[in-house]
């Protein structure tokens, strides 16, 4: 009997507090008007003093897990998507396994910006299908907000914090509710600087240069990232479907990464399908990065838009450049 990697929990957090565009506007030249026509954000969350990017992950974890009914020692193990650490070193991860107490699992990260998720739900498929682990949690954390310039109105409206979880789990049957179909993809060859955080790594350790030229914060060509994004939704999607043998009309529902609403128009409006099959909800979390797509799934269910049967397709894309899809049955 083949082995199906089935979604058996979703789960998410957000912090408490909510910056929204109106508080934004009093920091830097902006206005509600246009972050709203321009991105389709409304407001973000953005973490506590105390909070770092493993209590998100370990919040969303814990939310997944009672979704699916599973204890956290059951977890085989856990792979967090970040490009917000909570340290270069250790991983983010290992930090999630003593805050959720999931004594036995392995735990790493993946850089793999805003396609982490997808990327991760993608490794996470190898593990199950080979019969190596039986329940593994992919998380998507951020903390954003300690990685913008916030008196660069270029950047800062545009993201927030936020964790999305799921727990993948084994399921031995040859057919039924299980990931159908991944394919992932990378371009190293564009110019770094189209999305980065040019210092703190070892290509440039952190000075005191480097903290006054503020390169310690997310930077990005908010143009070129546009393009890329309008082009790699649809053409990801019809890879999928090719591959496939499927049409853009057996599928029931699309999440994509939330990075601007008028990219995922112009997505729709390249596939001929209308912009409702895409689940949104950037107005209220703006760009979460690797987090938005758990977040989204988990909204999406719990919002019953999602019914036994469904095809549903996960897309994520971002610096690298990197992108990847992933075909669903629910
Ligand atoms: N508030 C008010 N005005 C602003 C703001 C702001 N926050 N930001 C820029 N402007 C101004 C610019 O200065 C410019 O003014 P000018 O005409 O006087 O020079 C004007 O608005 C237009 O700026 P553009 O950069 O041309 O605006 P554009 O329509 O390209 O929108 C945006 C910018 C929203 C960043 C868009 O390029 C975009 O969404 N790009 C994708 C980037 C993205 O989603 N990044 C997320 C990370 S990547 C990822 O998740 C995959």
Redesign the pocket.
């Known amino acids: 009997m083949a082995i199906q990697s089935k979604i058996s929990g979703t789960g998410f957090y957000v912090p408490e507090k909510i910056l929204t565009n109106e508080n934004l506007s009093k920091m ?4 509600d008007e ?2 709203f026509q ?2 389709g954000i409304k407001k973000r969350h953005i973490s506590a003093d105390n909070e770092v990017t493993s209590d998100l992950a370990a919040n969303a974890a814990k939310a997944a897990l009672k979704n699916a009914g599973i204890s956290s020692k059951d977890i085989d193990l856990i792979i967090v998507a970040t490009f917000t650490p909570d340290k270069l070193m250790p991983s983010t991860a290992t930090q999630v396994q003593r805050k959720i107490n999931a004594k036995k699992a392995a735990a790493f990260d993946i850089s793999a910006a ?1 396609s982490g998720f997808v990327y991760g739900l993608t490794m996470a498929d190898q593990f199950i299908k080979s019969g190596f682990y039986q329940n593994i949690l992919v998380i998507g954390s951020e903390v954003l907000s300690r990685f913008l310039d916030w008196q660069d ?2 950047t800062c ?2 993201f927030g914090d936020g964790a999305g979880a799921v727990v993948l789990s084994a399921n031995h049957a040859d057919n039924g509710p299980g990931i159908k179909y991944a394919t992932l993809g990378a371009d190293g060859f564009v110019a770094p600087e189209w ?1 980065e955080i040019p210092a703190g790594g070892s290509a440039m350790p952190a000075s005191k240069e480097s903290v006054e030229q503020k390169l310690h914060f997310a930077a ?1 060509n ?2 070129e ?2 393009k890329f ?1 309008v082009q790699i939704i649809p053409k990801t999607i019809n890879k999928l479907l090719d591959k496939n043998g499927y049409t853009i009309k057996d599928i029931d529902l699309i999440i994509p ?1 939330q ?2 609403v ?2 995922v128009e112009a997505a729709a409006k390249r596939l001929g399908i209308p912009k409702e099959k895409f689940f949104m909800n950037i107005d209220k979390y703006a ?1 979460t ?1 690797a987090a938005t797509i758990p977040i989204a799934l988990d909204e999406a269910v719990q919002q019953n838009k999602i019914k036994k049967g469904d095809k549903i397709i996960f897309i994520g ?3 690298g450049l990197t992108w990847g899809a992933v075909l669903y049955e629910w």
């Open positions: 830097v030249d902006t206005s246009w972050i321009r991105v805003c109105r270029n409206v545009l999305l990005m908010g143009k990232i546009y994004g990464h990075a601007n008028r990219i760009n990065s894309f971002g610096g």
